[in-house]
């Protein structure tokens, strides 16, 4: 059993009080008993500690407390996520290809490589070194897969589509359909424009469960390195987005924007096609972004505005009945004062 | 065929006309035949009869109704629904455990347990008696399933997910997948969050088709009893929803978030992480929930308020324009009434 | 390699310039090189051709380039679109029905179907000819799907489903699910009512990725021909969408609403139930649709009113703190005005 100041090694971090404390787990704050470490995030360092059981707590640094022992690390958050990692280490989903698996004679698996129960991989793809493909994921042909990426169960990824290094995509996700392009023909009806672009997934992105990311008519739908993307979210087809950006779930971007670098968004955020968010702006929840936004900004509303005008604005628009009220008095007063 | 006299036995009803009426189906009010009975929900007593060739209507005690034949019940719709399940009673999926299923050899079923084609569960997995898992569905390791569940192909359930009896998960759901949990490095990285906790499904709970439930770093996302999850619902890490809420389609909630009981929620909501929602309280479509709600009320828009002021609001804001033109004039009469 | 009047041959088109140009592919225009046709779609033509490295252009009859060749035709981008299906032929998922397909013995396959590795077809279902089923895909009992159908791996169709010739379904969509429908027993407890009814798709139809149609209580959900659905979109029980009808990502329709023919709806759109949608609505992205709307127009907003009103209320409502201001100003005047 680690003792404290092993711990305190592993995260970089200062021990305070006794390093000889075994430590056995990591908890959350409320539920963390005296074998158990606890983190305190920045910013909130004066929690009620007098009901608290935690053997003890990692701490930013220059954090006054003391309790019984404290670890002092820069960022307590990332100090948190590695031991979560040291005391419940992921387990392979399996050990090597399944023998159930269905694999393209033509299909290239580099070593180390997992492959779960009934997944199928198409002719001519290549998956990458350490790479962990749990059940029921279909890859069709011609994909590429870099190296130490998980891939968890009913995962499809259409032909063509080139996944990076260390990329994770949860369960659902769909990587590669149709993007959504139709012409109508002189009687209306909707015809159907082949989608046969690319989808491109740079290193370390993650993609939340049953997200949707869809391949375009001809151009590519690009993912710099490192987006992350939650839960349910479509990104149209020609989109792309810049790394570092993360995307909240249920949001929607339409076909053929351009989203920055470092970009944040809330949940079920809109934007609309052919616009451009610049590097660094961050979206409200809900937002629908209706045009380009050129400049570092927070945006809110649909459409959208400045967060700060929104917020007015929104305060404002709950009190029309008041002003109602207050139009019609004014109007009175006008009236009494026009017949003197 | 049984009579509509033995209709009314199996629903607890009085009849009112020809007990002998032989029934043969249950359908909707405008498709149902001379030997179909229909149902007439509570506050629609007077419906037009004239086109009805219903051999018999539910109707509810007290209805003034006498139509050739009525069954009179308590709650119309609770007796229609028993007898859609008696006139259409569920097939099995399948008899016992397909041989193309993939058990771990750790895993318990219980007895008479169905399994689908290519279904895998994963090591020391436990499935409760008379639960049916259909085709394609990946129960990861470490999984506890009910007796009496049902769930439908295509639906995935990750590790350590522990799910009560009687639960329907219909297909494509997520359960249990990594929550959208990053720290930021101190070049403005996104370095992921484990999550490890647990995801709880109460009894009785139903979840929607393509519907995600995501895990927590380390504490638990629970559904209490009897929970009912539309499709494509996305449910935040370490959210609690108390018991017999019901939340419709595409609706979010983000990061622990916690929800009464008996909340009803429309389409399309959207909930702010860390808030809390008290019971009983009823949410409209598309509202935007950013804070909490600590008393029962209705609430509706973004952000939220209660419905009565938001109606009103709504009123008001679709005649700014007439406003405007009134102001314009108002400050004319003023001018004038200064220059004078 | 196809000469440029064998291209426009092939697209009903006319040639301006070299005909012997030989055309090995088709690309965007920025992207076109020396032997690529790209198009330019009616409505743009002006663009910078100063830059172009295209062989050849598709323009509108009537346009006036003439760029070294171009090949005029009615509609640019259905040339383009027959184009890229040319260049770019879809090839079959795989030949015959897989060795690990699991077909139930009743299950009626017509001729030239392909079927990919452990996909499921349940008793009585029968599938036309000329389709195609690729990977995982899961098909209840008593399913009807016509000729000439492409089912994307991870599909799920449940029992007593109809789905049309031509149907193209995308990967994790799910047809048939229950609907969301539960009365409420004295307690509280909500109560399923069992969904029985049909889901019938119709020709051409085409259905986005992680989409999901519902089965009703005991009426019919109907897609009527050629309707073209984007992904994660929500379709509730019993509504019925006329042809040609479109529908953006992540919007959702409530039960039993009906939408007309030729209705055009942007992304994340939410309809309430039970209301009635005109043919040739637009309805914009986000807005919501709170009752019927009669007659062809566009609509937006929450709730939803005629675009040009919404239009000018939103510019209206982004100057509320202005006009509160101004409000402040007039009442002082008036102020003053009473005081003399």
Redesign the interface.
């Known amino acids: 059993m680690p003792k404290l100041k092993e711990i305190a090694a592993l995260i970089g971090g200062e021990v305070r009080g006794d390093g000889s404390l075994e430590i056995t787990g990591?908890?959350?704050m409320a539920?963390a008993g005296p074998s158990d470490i606890a983190f305190i995030a920045r910013g909130k360092e004066n929690p009620d500690i007098s009901c608290l059981r935690a053997g003890a707590l990692i701490v930013a640094e220059g954090s006054p407390l003391a309790y019984p022992a404290v670890v002092c690390v820069p960022?307590p958050?990332?100090a948190?996520?590695r031991l979560?990692?040291y005391f419940?280490p992921?387990?392979p989903?399996c050990s090597g290809v399944?023998a159930?698996a269905?694999i393209s004679e033509t299909a290239e698996l580099a070593v180390n490589i997992r492959i779960?129960?009934?997944s199928?991989v198409g002719e001519n793809s290549r998956i990458g070194a350490n790479s962990e493909i749990?059940?029921?994921v279909?890859i069709?042909?011609d994909v590429q897969i870099g190296s130490d990426c998980l891939i968890?169960?009913?995962v499809?990824i259409?032909e063509n589509v080139e996944i990076g290094n260390r990329v994770?995509i949860?369960?659902?996700a769909?990587i590669g359909?149709?993007g959504?392009g139709?012409?109508r023909?002189?009687d209306?009806?909707?015809?159907?424009?082949?989608q046969?672009g690319k989808v491109i997934i740079g290193d370390g992105c993650?993609i939340?469960?049953?997200t949707?990311i869809?391949r375009s008519?001809?151009?590519e739908t690009v993912l710099a390195e490192?987006v992350?993307l939650?839960?349910?979210v479509?990104i149209?087809h020609n989109v792309h987005i810049g790394k570092?950006t993360?995307i909240?779930?249920?949001t929607?971007i339409?076909g053929s924007t351009r989203i920055g670098a470092?970009v944040i968004m809330g949940?079920?955020v809109?934007i609309?096609d052919h616009v451009q968010i610049a590097d660094g702006v961050m979206i409200a929840?809900?937002s629908?972004v209706t045009g380009s936004v050129k400049t570092k900004m927070i945006i809110a509303g649909?459409?959208h505005?400045e967060l700060a005008?929104w917020r007015?604005?929104?305060v404002?628009?709950?009190n029309?009945?008041e002003?109602?009220e207050?139009?019609h008095l004014?109007?009175k007063?006008?009236k009494q004062?026009?017949e003197k």
């Open positions: 990591i908890q959350a539920a960022d958050q990332l948190f996520a979560l990692e419940h992921r387990r989903f399944s159930s269905a779960g129960p009934f199928y749990h059940a029921h279909t069709y042909r968890y169960s009913n499809v259409r994770i949860h369960s659902g769909v359909a149709d959504f139709f012409g023909a002189a209306g009806t909707a015809v159907k424009i082949p046969k993650e939340g469960a049953n949707c869809d008519t001809i151009e490192n992350k939650d839960n349910l479509q149209g570092n993360a909240s779930a249920q929607g339409s470092q949940g079920q809109g609309a929840a809900k629908g649909i459409p505005q005008s007015k604005n929104m404002l628009a709950r029309l009945a002003w109602k207050k139009l004014m109007e007063r006008i004062l026009e």
